[in-house]
């Protein structure tokens, strides 16, 4: 742990990176994957259950808590870190996208974006250094700028608009954002599906000299390609030296492809959402433990996992579950899911310093497709 924000390359394997971020409250091994705590919880899971699948950091999200508990009540009460007994980093996303996904009778201007809150329909402003205040008075550690990200698909014209306009919020939430030794703000890279508009923004970004640099506008309904695509446009001009993080990504096969061109930290609803809804992931692929052909199958779902959802519950009880929709089967399924997630970046970091990440990669993907479950 240090005073600063520090990353330092450990080894590299092609265009995969092993890394590790030093902060006050903890450090960070990357790549990472960070569980999404967006109302100040990981959905189904205790904080100390999510720190034992290995997670270094969570996220969390501005537009949620500014709506419910409120910013500044939760400065009062102490901050996210005391609210949710999470102590270790926390990364906050800016609140732009989600009112885009989320809220009704939104209007954006230069200024910022104003908005109905999809909870009690009370009206709220945004601007970029209001959603920095939000991101400081929550004691978040690492801060998203605001950003504008258009949904594709979307006319160059409205995609170049909403990239320049989001280079203009970065440089206004790094004057909001100042000297803040231990901790950093990210800038948010854009520019939807159009290659010279992605450079243009990595290249303004990177201007600003920020601590951190995230990918964002994608896992937006796009196909994989286009999206790895983006990345090997991106990746290339960011700063070695400094985290890239991909925003809403992703599936494990996601993930992998991702290292493989440079992405040290990841965020994805996915192991959660799909543990409530009883798909399993494990290291032979997914399992749909919903379908009939689980009910008598007495093997757990991955006897060789540290985890004990994945390892002491039989398939059949966990088909159980999931059918009479019992709350134990939303907390078992989604802690093997956690902890599979944790698993695969600890072996993608574990193979990136053995100079074997390729071949990790192929056969991890030849596991899930053997299926064999
Ligand atoms: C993949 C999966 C399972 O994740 C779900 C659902 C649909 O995609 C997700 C995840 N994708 C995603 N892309 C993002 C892009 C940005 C961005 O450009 N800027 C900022 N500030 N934050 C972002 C957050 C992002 N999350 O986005 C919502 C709509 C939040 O639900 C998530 O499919």
């Not at 600890?346 to 053997?370: L, V």
């Amino acid at each position: 742990m240090t005073e600063t924000f520090e990353f330092k390359l450990i080894a590299t394997d092609g265009q995969a990176r092993r890394g590790e971020i030093s902060m006050p409250r903890g450090s960070i091994r990357t790549p990472a994957f960070m569980p999404v705590g967006t109302g100040g919880t990981v959905k189904a899971m205790y904080m100390d259950q999510v720190r034992g699948t290995g997670a270094d950091i969570i996220l969390g999200n501005t537009y949620h808590l500014m709506l419910r508990p409120g910013a500044e009540r939760m400065a009062r009460l102490g901050g996210l870190h005391r609210f949710a007994g999470w102590n270790r980093p926390i990364l906050t996303d800016s609140g732009g996208f989600q009112v885009m996904s989320l809220s009704g009778l939104r209007k954006l201007t230069e200024q910022g974006v104003t908005f109905q809150s999809h909870i009690d329909g009370s009206r709220h402003e945004m601007s970029p250094e209001r959603s920095i205040e939000i991101q400081g008075l929550l004691g978040s550690d690492i801060q998203m700028q605001l950003d504008e990200c258009v949904r594709l698909p979307a006319t160059p014209t409205e995609i170049e608009r909403a990239m320049e306009m989001s280079l203009r919020w970065a440089e206004r939430c790094r004057v909001a954002f100042g000297e803040q030794p231990g901790k950093a703000m990210f800038g948010i890279v854009q520019g939807g599906d159009i290659p010279t508009l992605r450079e243009r923004s990595a290249h303004g970004l990177k201007a600003l000299d920020l601590k951190g640099y995230a990918v964002g506008g994608l896992a937006v309904g796009e196909p994989q390609e286009v999206m790895l695509d983006m990345l090997d446009v991106t990746c290339p001009i960011l700063p070695s030296e400094k985290p890239r993080y991909l925003m809403g990504v992703g599936t494990p096969d996601d993930l992998l492809k991702s290292v493989g061109r440079g992405i040290d930290m990841f965020d994805c609803v996915m192991p959660t959402r799909a543990g409530r809804h009883g798909l399993a992931f494990t290291r032979h692929g997914k399992i749909n433990l919903k379908n009939a052909r689980h009910a008598e199958d007495h093997r757990p779902l991955d006897e060789e996992s540290s985890c004990p959802a994945a390892r002491d519950y039989s398939r059949a009880y966990l088909h159980h579950l999931v059918r009479s929709n019992e709350i134990l089967g939303m907390m078992l399924v989604t802690w093997n899911n956690l902890s599979y997630y944790q698993d695969l970046m600890s072996g993608i970091r574990a193979s990136i310093e053995a100079q074997r990440f390729a071949d990790f990669s192929a056969e991890t993907q030849e596991m899930w497709a053997r299926g064999d479950i």
